[in-house]
Structures are given as structure tokens and as C-alpha cells.
């Protein structure tokens, strides 16, 4: 089994920040792309960030230059610093992966269990 497992979420004030990380674990032969979703009482989740296993990352138009995606290969670990955090920030993050698990094998997308991120004005 594959298991996504995020921390770093929590209470900030505007203007502060936070650092997500989202570990994988289990039967991992690699992990191609991985990224950050967000979503909001009443919204559809949205793309944040993501990064592809050479490094590339992609952002969404209204994080740009305020957050920054990064991964270990080493670690299967996919992080997400959060800077200059604004009131409509505020959503659960979820984090996702595409992962091999042999190697001819397929790729699969999975999903971490989301954690809460809430900005005070």
C-alpha cells in the first residue's frame, strides 16, 4: 500500500507563514509528478503547486511569488513554504502523487488525508 501523510498545517495570523510537508510511503518504485491541491468550504479543489521529478514546478496564479514548491527525492518528500499568507489562503490542503510501484508497473495518483490551513485577518 501507498499512503500520503501531510503535516504543517494550522492557525496564522495574515501576513505570517507556514510550511507544509507530505511524505510517501510504502511499495514506491518512483514518484513521477507531485503537487498541492487546496479547497474551500463552497469551491472545487484547485492546483497550487506542483513539481515534476526533474524539478519543474508550476504554480497557480495567485500564489505565485508568495509560495514555493519543493521536493527530497531522497525522502519522497514534497514541501510547500507558504509566505505572505492571505485570509483567502484559508483551505484544506491536500497533497498528491503519482506513483510507480514496480517497474513496469503502472502509475497510480494518490491522494494525502488533507490538512487545515486557517489565515486571521
Known amino acids: 500500500q501507498v499512503q500520503l501523510v501531510e503535516s504543517g498545517g494550522g492557525l496564522v495570523q495574515a501576513g505570517g507563514s507556514l510550511r507544509l510537508s507530505c511524505a510517501a510511503s510504502?511499495?514506491?518504485?518512483?514518484?513521477?509528478?507531485m503537487g498541492w491541491y487546496r479547497q474551500a468550504p463552497g469551491n472545487q479543489r484547485e492546483l497550487v503547486a506542483a513539481?515534476?521529478?526533474?524539478?519543474?514546478?508550476n504554480y497557480a496564479d495567485s500564489v505565485k511569488g508568495r509560495f514555493t514548491i519543493s521536493r527530497d527525492n531522497a525522502k519522497n518528500t514534497v514541501y510547500l513554504q507558504m509566505n505572505s499568507l492571505k485570509p483567502e489562503d484559508t483551505a484544506v490542503y491536500y497533497c498528491?502523487?503519482?506513483?510507480?510501484?514496480?517497474?513496469?508497473?503502472?502509475?497510480?495518483?494518490?491522494w494525502g488525508q488533507g490538512t487545515q490551513v486557517t489565515v486571521s485577518s
Open positions: 498528491n502523487a503519482d506513483i510507480q510501484k514496480s517497474r513496469l508497473g503502472f502509475t497510480y495518483n494518490y
Open positions: 513539481v515534476t521529478s526533474g524539478g519543474t514546478t
Open positions: 510504502g511499495n514506491i518504485f518512483s514518484i513521477n509528478a
